[in-house]
């Protein structure tokens, strides 16, 4: 069974730094696209950034210029760093990835990690 590990949320002030990381693990094949998203308190889930197995990355047009994202595939983790950081970025981050399992199956799979709150003081 697979499953992602989020870490490296917290409280920051306006203008700081925060690197989110997320690790999956289990029988793994594959990670095709893996993605950072983001959920404000009585809002949707948003898009922040994606980046393909081979380095292809796409960002939220309110995060362009701050925030990278960038993965490893030898560890299967995908990193996002946010500098800059603004009150509004404060949301739950939430790491999202999709492949195929490991088993003789070749079992696709979309998931979600926990969430780790970014919380951003004026």
């Known amino acids: 069974q697979v499953q992602l590990v989020e870490s490296g949320g917290g409280l920051v002030q306006a203008g700081g730094s925060l690197r989110l990381s997320c690790a999956a693990s289990g029988s793994i094949f594959s990670i095709n696209d893996m993605g950072w998203y983001r959920q404000a308190p009585g809002k949707q889930r948003d898009l922040v950034a994606t980046?393909?197995?081979?380095?292809?990355?796409n960002y939220a047009d309110s995060v362009k210029g701050r925030f990278t994202i960038s993965r490893d595939n030898a560890k299967n983790t995908v990193y996002l760093q946010m500098n800059s950081l603004k009150p509004e970025d404060t949301a739950v981050y939430y790491c999202n990835a999709g492949g195929y399992d490991g088993t003789i199956y070749r079992r696709s799979f979309t998931l979600w990690g926990q969430g780790t709150q970014v919380t951003v003081s004026s």
């Open positions: 980046i393909t197995f081979g380095g292809s990355t």
